[in-house]
């Protein structure tokens, strides 16, 4: 069984107002395409998808928004038994979309489900086929949520692979100076982050993430930096030009297969999903990870297969394992 902690939330992508509609029209209009999302919500689908035994471990509404991100975790296989329900309303990300087609994203969150997993919600013990934690994103970021995630990862990295996924959103934090380039520079999510890291099997980040945790710092030395902090595995996401992977005395560098490229929701969280399913698939998942050079190859290449089907599909679609062989 792997756990995915997080966030589920609606991505809703905001239309433009109505022209001429006057002062304080922002307010009034609430236009826009509304989607689940989520990093951790979009991992355990996929997961559950590719027929892995999954958990999400996560606070979701009673509100219909929340209804709906329950019942397609329900759909695709994954198990609610650790999710808790409350009044709160959904958390929203929100795309305000320029007149060139740019976005820039704000986030709905006082008051609302995604931050509201407190401690008290967490099982006193996970179950004994619990294999895998994976974290990251805003689950990392929004209180108290950040603290009671850190706060399992900090009760269980001992026995447990974990996976941490930082997926990060400069405009969710406070402070978005990187986080690795000196002592005063760190606030509590850059302690934070690196906290977890320290305590983690696994990184898979962005060439994005580490060119931020890094700046004007190589990619290849950012994440062999990075598994100087603990981690077995730093794999580094590089779009339409594949990964790489790093780990001790290893490096292993894929292509990703060519395909017709509808979007790209999701495809990171596909890719971390992917490496999860191939190491469970291989009897790997182990807080002590090990892998030759052609067992990361072959995982590699498996996680950038789930990736690039997901960029056929519109949205965070992530394949079933029957999609996998298809043509």
């Known amino acids: ?30 236009g826009g ?8 919500f979009t991992t355990a689908r996929a997961l559950a998808r590719l027929g892995i035994p999954t958990q999400f471990l996560g606070r979701l ?12 975790l329900a759909a695709d296989g994954a198990d609610l038994s650790l999710t808790s329900f409350g009044p709160e309303p959904t958390t929203l990300a929100i795309a305000d979309v320029d007149p060139d087609g740019h976005a820039a994203y704000r986030f709905i969150v006082d008051g609302t489900s995604a931050p509201n997993l407190t401690r008290p919600m967490l ?35 001992e026995n447990l692979l974990v996976m941490v996924d930082p997926n990060i959103r400069p405009s969710a934090l406070p402070n978005s100076s990187p986080p690795f380039t000196g002592e005063g520079q760190r606030g ?28 004007q710092v190589a990619l290849e030395t950012a994440a062999r930096a990075l598994v100087g902090r603990g981690p077995s595995l730093v794999v580094v996401t590089l779009g339409a030009n594949g990964a790489f992977g790093v780990c001790a005395g ?24 992917g490496l999860l399913a191939w190491l469970y698939d291989h009897d790997r998942l182990s807080r002590d990870l090990r892998l030759e050079r052609e067992e990361l190859r ?14 056929t599909r519109a949205g965070a679609d992530p394949p079933r394992r029957a999609d996998l062989n298809r043509p």
Not at 33 to 40: M, Q
Not at 298 to 310: G, H, Q, Y
């Open 1 to 30: 069984m792997i756990v995915v902690c997080g966030e589920a939330l609606i991505d809703r992508i905001a239309s433009p107002p109505p022209p001429l509609a006057g002062e304080g029209r922002e307010a009034a209009w609430g």
């Open 33 to 40: 395409t509304d989607s689940p999302g989520g990093g951790p």
């Open 61 to 72: 509404s009673t509100d219909a928004f929340g209804q709906q991100l329950r019942d397609l």
């Open 123 to 157: 099982p006193a013990s996970l179950s004994s086929d619990v294999r895998a934690l994976h974290v990251g994103t805003l689950g990392l970021v929004f209180e108290p949520m950040a603290t009671t995630i850190a706060g399992l990862i900090e009760r269980e990295h």
């Open 188 to 215: 509590g999510f850059r302690n934070r982050l690196e906290r977890v890291i320290s305590q983690s099997t696994i990184v898979k980040a962005s060439d994005a993430d580490l060119e931020w945790l890094y700046p």
């Open 250 to 273: 290893t490096e292993v560098r894929v292509a990703a297969p060519l395909v017709d490229v509808v979007d790209t929701i999701g495809a990171g969280d596909a890719f971390g999903a």
């Open 298 to 311: 072959a995982a590699l290449e498996f996680a950038c297969l789930v990736a690039s089907i997901t960029c």
